[in-house]
Nanobody
Framework: QLQASGGGLVQAGGSLRLSCAASGPTFSTYTMGWFRQAPGKEREFVAA?????RYADSVKGRFTISRDNARRTVYLQMNSLKPEDTAVYFC???????????????WGQGTQVTVSS
């Protein structure tokens, strides 16, 4: 199971850090990632971390994904937030290095991020 936290309301240019705690002893074997879904839009990839890290073009240079295998937690540090980053953010786990919506093994519940202009 995945439990996400850390969402909230922030002004444009601000920062937030999302956390996602996982249960189970095999956390370190999974590729972990973050996706987001804005109202009326499809869920989209944000970032993933397995053997390497990967980011959506829209967040490169602003967001940083990291993981602590001892704590079974993955983080998403979000800086220089923009109103278009407003969405529900979901953490996810998968077996494949190239994590995508279609191959996610387990989804966490979403956490709302709202960026005001």
């Amino acid at each position: 199971q995945l439990q996400a936290s850390g969402g909230g309301l922030v002004q444009a240019g601000g920062s937030l850090r999302l956390s996602c705690a996982a249960s189970g002893p095999t956390f370190s074997t999974y590729t972990m990632g973050w996706f987001r879904q804005a109202p009326g839009k499809e869920r989209e990839f944000v970032a993933a971390i397995g053997f390497s890290t990967r980011y959506a073009d829209s967040v490169k240079g602003r967001f940083t994904i990291s993981r602590d295998n001892a704590r079974r937690t993955v983080y998403l540090q979000m800086n220089s937030l923009k109103p278009e980053d407003t969405a529900v953010y979901f953490c996810a786990a998968g077996h494949w290095e190239f994590l995508a919506v279609g191959n996610v093994y387990s989804w966490g519940q979403g956490t709302q991020v709202t960026v005001s202009s």
